[in-house]
């Protein structure tokens, strides 16, 4: 019997029109850290950012019967975290939402340093990843950019399941040791989070 962390995103989403919630939970913990980074780097606060995810992933259940996926599942849950995040700063420009907003407030503002040490860091990993062999390049990219798992790129590029693990392991471990001297970067832990997991 297939495992359900075994099954492609549309294939769980399926299951999600049905009612699984197991399926739904696998989905979650499939998706939720990458969704938190991106929620994260455009809200600077971690506490609204993990309610922004919640919010999509509710959204997503509360609509499990009506989803229809027109590209891949990552698409559709970016797209969702996205709306939420622009409604929560849309939101927060109204007041403050929390009461470290409040006393962050006199401060000096270094959201733009971080997103400075931010597009710095993720111009060194595009800067690595293309340096990649074309075809691990190519593994590594519809794994992290475009979320597909192992065995969608597997039979997207018409190779093994193994050869696909060895270019993403050669990938990895090529990111690993050329970014291990960054480790002072305060945003290097959830950018590697998002990159690794």
């Known amino acids: 019997m297939t495992s359900l962390k ?4 549309e294939e769980l989403v399926l299951l999600i029109a049905e009612d699984n919630n197991k399926a739904f939970k696998v989905l979650y913990d499939r998706y939720w850290k990458k969704m938190l980074v991106k929620a994260f780097f455009q809200l600077k606060c971690h506490v ?3 309610e922004v995810v919640q919010e999509a992933f509710i959204n997503l259940w509360k ?3 009506t989803v229809q996926l027109k590209y891949t599942f ?7 975290v996205r709306y939420e995040v622009m409604s929560a700063i849309a939101r927060r420009g ?3 939402l929390f ?9 000096a503002d270094n959201s733009t340093a971080h997103w400075l040490a931010f597009e710095e860091l ?3 990993v595009e800067s690595h990843v293309s340096s990649l062999p074309e075809k691990c390049q190519l593994v590594f990219r519809m794994s992290r950019e475009q979320g597909l798992s192992d065995r969608q790129i597997s039979e997207c590029l018409e190779i093994s399941h193994k050869t696909v693990e060895a270019h993403m392991c050669k990938a990895l471990k090529t990111l690993r040791l050329n970014l291990s001297h960054l480790s002072t970067i305060a945003l290097l832990p959830a950018f590697i989070s998002f990159l690794f997991f």
């Open 6 to 9: 075994e099954l492609t995103d």
């Open 48 to 50: 609204l950012a993990e």
């Open 63 to 65: 609509r499990r019967h």
């Open 74 to 80: 990552h698409t559709y849950i970016a797209s969702v």
């Open 94 to 96: 109204k007041q403050p």
């Open 99 to 107: 009461i470290e907003d409040i006393k962050l407030a006199p401060i």
């Open 122 to 124: 993720r111009e060194r």
